[in-house]
């Protein structure tokens, strides 16, 4: 019977100093200058704020694969039509000097609209001056795989002049279900 008044005792007791300690090392101050501003080195300009990064798709001549490379695009350019600016980029042809644009030279995006998640695309004539039909599943798959990183794009449909050419009528998912 002495052992629970001196249990309740010792507890007391434990959560007496708990609390002392508590209250006697932990403050909160309003002032504390533990917290200061940040203040950046450079200030961010407006068109930093507006880029974002693509990947983009070209020929890696030494493999004769397709190899990945990074492109900082204006973000509000890609929002009016993100397909149209990827392409255009492909058009443009690689950064780094080691890959290879697949495309024919002179070669236009006159349009592209996105329609049940396959992306019609409209090019000039100059697009049909591909070597062979490697050069032609090159150019389909650079563009199938810089444009199917956005989620609403399945597919991509080739036109020429607002005409579909032969070797060109079929709507693209993946090479290997079109070769």
Known sequence: ???????????????????????????????DNKYMDYTPEQEINENQTRETTITLYFLNPETNNLKSEGRAVNTNE??????????????????????????????????????????????????????DDVQKYNIINSILDSLTQLNEVDSIKILVNNETKDGLSQEYTTISENT
């Open 78 to 131: 890609l929002l009016k039509n993100p397909y149209k600016v990827i392409v255009e980029k492909l058009i443009e042809g690689p950064i780094d000097s080691t890959l290879q644009n697949v495309f024919p030279e002179n070669t236009r995006l006159i349009d592209a609209n996105l329609s049940n998640n396959c992306v019609t695309l409209n090019f000039s004539e100059e697009f049909l001056n591909f070597k």
């Open 1 to 31: 019977m002495k052992k629970k008044p001196l249990l309740v005792f010792v507890i007391l007791i434990i959560i007496g100093v708990v609390v002392y300690f508590l209250i006697n090392n932990i403050s909160i101050t309003k002032n």
